[in-house]
């Protein structure tokens, strides 16, 4: 079955310490997005990536950092220099950027100690 | 920037009452989705409307798009417990090859059995 995997699926850290959150796509969209959620908050962009090799800030990019080296894959980093890490991350993918219905994984969730 | 404004938060009904969320954008939008996410889950596609004054049905639920597409709403009919979750709304506007979807903070059902 196509999907979106997202691993792992709980992650706990101590402050200070950066964390690599994976996010792999058999759907061959091109475009693959990081978006953070918090209570109350709604979905808040991270970043995105249009096609291999390029990629673009979000909303609330300060913090985090993405590469693209592979259309599967978009991993997200979550430096140290997030001020408040601890959250609910989603991955998602769509065919292009210009109908932009997303798939979403499953999320991983993250708490810093 | 592009604000998506989505009422109300929170909305908690009898099982076999009505519920409708509405979302407004500050700017016209080229199109409008929306999603369900499950309690513990993550958000799912549930349809997207591109017209102005579009109507869509999916059994229970209907979704409207406003003439000026800046509106959008969501009405669900005799709402059961399998209904529960959130509701978002992300509208779309069209831009030179950047991304601009931009989500509602969603609406929380509760439905009381």
């Keep these: 079955d196509g999907g979106i995997t997202q691993s792992p699926k709980y992650l706990f850290r101590k ?3 950066n964390v690599t959150l994976s996010c792999e796509q058999n759907l061959n969209h091109d475009a693959m997005y990081w978006y953070r959620q918090d209570p109350g908050q709604g979905l808040r962009l991270i970043y995105y990536s249009q096609i291999v090799n390029d990629f673009q800030k979000g ?3 300060e913090g985090y950092s993405v590469s693209r080296e592979k259309k599967e894959s978009f991993p997200l980093t979550v430096t140290s220099a997030q001020k408040n890490p601890t959250a609910f991350y989603l991955c998602a993918s769509s065919r292009n950027s210009g109908a932009n219905v997303l798939t979403f ?5 993250l708490t810093v100690l | 920037g592009q604000q998506v404004m989505q009422i ?11 519920f409708t969320t509405y979302c ?3 700017t016209t939008l080229s ?5 369900k996410q499950r309690p513990g ?3 799912v596609f549930l349809i997207q409307l591109v017209k102005s004054g579009e109507v869509k049905k999916q059994k229970r639920l209907t979704f409207q798009f406003g003439e000026a597409k800046k509106n959008s709403s969501l009405h669900i009919t005799a709402t059961q417990t399998t209904d529960v979750g959130t509701y978002f709304c992300a509208g779309e506007t069209s831009g030179a090859g950047s991304y601009q979807l931009t989500f509602g903070k969603g609406t929380k059902l509760s439905v009381i059995p």
């Design chain 1, 15 to 17: 402050e200070g310490q």
């Design chain 1, 59 to 61: 909303d609330i990019a």
């Design chain 1, 105 to 109: 994984g499953a999320g991983s969730r």
């Design chain 2, 8 to 18: 109300p938060q929170y909305q908690h009904v009898q099982e076999g009452e009505d």
């Design chain 2, 24 to 26: 407004n954008s500050s």
């Design chain 2, 31 to 35: 199109n409008i989705q929306w999603y």
């Design chain 2, 41 to 43: 889950g993550h958000p």
